[in-house]
């Protein structure tokens, strides 16, 4: 397993003509599959274009170099056409923000985890409380230019589910009642029997109050300070903040109110 930080700046050495051909300067994404699909080689002549190594093209990554077969697997780009569109869509995964599919901000990517056949195994983030996190791959839904989306693991499902269980749950209730009501043919109808509301879906809320004011906390503290990046308004037009503008308290109030927070919180 390597991290982009072990290739790059590594220099490709052809195995047959025993040449250094570049050194690597940058990794061509796939989104779609999750995969390093090329590296960028850059051989000293910036006055041509770039020149590429397919992925798949490598023998091996090594601690001090990338070796390939033949100085024939380093391309021109005019020569591999079908990684100018990969190029020009610029996914670089790394410094890209981590929001959960349902808009839940969970830091941003600082370093991938690549396999021998250049898949993305996980992803390391730094998280809104500076802490250093590890997601899988399994957890990616979407690599895109500015956002990695990423499933909720359960414990982040967790307020959802607990709404769901303070629902009242039409079950039959045993009734003790004494000896002589039983004989009588009457019985007591069912909705004049007293029922007790159950004590564990009220602390499961509570529970889940709690992770969810906690979550929140963490995500504001890590927003004051941030700059804007661009100028968020309200769908009336009035102005949240400015381009470059601090985000203040007042300012994440104001997101809150005008229903504009996981737009601002991806603005920064």
């Not at 220099?11 to 250094?20: N, Q, R």
């Not at 960028?40 to 023998?59: H, M, N, Q, R």
């Amino acid at each position: 397993m390597k991290k982009s930080t072990d290739i790059l700046g590594l220099p490709v050495i052809s195995i047959m003509d025993g040449k250094e051909l570049g050194n690597v300067k940058s990794l061509v994404m796939n989104s779609n599959g999750g995969t390093v699909a090329a590296l960028v080689v850059d051989d000293g002549k910036w006055y041509l274009e770039a020149k590429l190594l397919p992925f798949s093209a490598i023998t091996g990554i090594g601690e001090y170099a990338v070796t390939i077969e033949d100085s024939n697997a380093v391309a021109s780009i005019t020569a591999a056409p079908a990684f100018e569109k990969l190029l020009s869509a610029d996914i670089k995964v790394i410094g890209t923000k981590v929001l959960t599919k349902s808009g839940r901000i969970q830091g941003k990517v600082t370093e991938i985890l690549i396999d021998a056949a250049g898949q993305i195994t996980a992803c390391e983030i730094e998280d809104v409380a500076r802490q250093s996190a590890e997601i899988p791959a399994q957890r990616i839904l979407t690599y895109g230019k500015d956002v990695l989306i990423i499933k909720e693991t359960a414990d982040e499902q967790a307020p959802l589910a607990a709404a769901a269980v303070v629902q009242p749950i039409a079950e039959p209730v045993p009734v003790a009642v004494p000896e002589p009501i039983v004989a009588k043919p009457v019985l007591t109808p069912a909705a004049e029997i007293p029922v007790e509301a159950p004590a564990v879906p009220a602390a499961a809320n509570e529970a889940s109050s709690e992770a969810a004011r906690k979550f929140d906390d963490k995500h504001r503290k890590y927003l004051l300070g941030k700059k804007a990046n661009r100028r968020i308004e309200t769908d009336n037009g009035m102005v949240i903040v400015e381009q470059g503008g601090e985000i203040t308290e007042e300012v994440l109030q104001k997101a809150k109110l005008a229903g504009k927070f996981v737009e601002l919180s991806m603005s920064i």
